[in-house]
């Protein structure tokens, strides 16, 4: 069974880091675009940064922009988001998805969403 499980979030300072990672089981992440996206208490979900498997580009939403930073790892069938310079309106459930063909800004393109990880930044 295809699925995705994301890790690595918890509570950080304003201005620190974490690495969420987006494991995948069940299939191979490579050949595929994934995205991250997340959700905020009483907010939509809201796209985040995506990598193209066809030559590794790389897309950002302006919010994260220069603080974030999307990688993938083949060999661990694993994508990873980098969050360097948090800040408090970067609270939210990071969710990880497979995209239905090609990097999208919207959730109905993409499929095998992963369970979600916390994201708390706060002082």
């Known amino acids: 069974q295809a699925q995705l499980v994301e890790s690595g979030g918890g509570l950080v300072q304003p201005g620190g880091s974490l690495r969420l990672s987006c494991a995948a089981s069940?299939?191979?992440?490579?050949?595929?675009?994934i995205g991250w996206f997340r959700q905020a208490p009483g907010k939509e979900r809201e796209w985040v940064s995506c990598?193209?498997?066809?030559?590794?580009?790389?897309l950002y939403a302006d919010s994260v922009n220069g603080r974030f930073t999307i990688s993938r790892e083949n060999a661990m069938n694993t994508v990873y988001l980098q969050m360097n310079s948090l800040k408090p309106e970067d609270t939210a459930v990071y969710y990880c998805?497979?995209?239905?063909?090609?990097?999208?800004?919207?959730?109905?393109?993409?499929?095998?969403w992963g369970q979600g990880t916390q994201v708390t930044v706060s002082s």
């Open positions: 990598i193209r498997s066809s030559n590794g580009d790389t």
């Open positions: 998805a497979v995209a239905i063909g090609h990097c999208s800004y919207y959730p109905d393109r993409f499929r095998t």
């Open positions: 069940g299939f191979t992440l490579d050949g595929y675009d």
